[in-house]
């Protein structure tokens, strides 16, 4: 059974930093893309990031910059470094594996609020 559970998720002032983490099992970790991706309130979902199997990684303008995607292969943990955050950065962060160019598991979420 393939399980992804998100953590670091808190407050944090416009400006500041936050360091989110994805622990995932039940699957091969090593050999699927992984991506970010978030949902503010009253809004749809929002692709930010995602690091491929070989390491390339992409991301989204809105980010482009300010957030850092990673992946540790050995202890099968993605994540995603959230620097100079901004209002609009408040949202729920899910990871997501990747499979024939849709997400076919995700984890619970876990909630980022900007906020001064």
């Known amino acids: 059974q393939v399980q992804l559970v998100e953590s670091g998720g808190g407050l944090v002032q416009p400006g500041g930093s936050l360091r989110l983490s994805c622990t995932a099992s039940?699957?091969?970790?090593?050999?699927?893309?992984m991506a970010w991706v978030r949902q503010a309130p009253g809004k749809g979902l929002e692709w930010v990031s995602e690091?491929?199997?070989?390491?390339?990684?992409d991301y989204a303008d809105s980010v482009k910059g300010r957030f850092t995607i990673s992946r540790d292969n050995v202890k099968n943990t993605l994540h995603l470094q959230l620097n100079s955050v901004k209002l609009d950065d408040t949202a729920v962060y899910y990871c997501?594996?990747?499979?024939?160019?849709?997400?076919?598991?995700w984890g619970q979420g876990t909630q980022v609020t900007v906020s001064s």
């Open positions: 039940g699957f091969t970790f090593s050999t699927y893309a």
């Open positions: 690091v491929h199997n070989g390491g390339r990684t």
């Open positions: 997501a594996k990747e499979k024939s160019s849709a997400y076919d598991s």
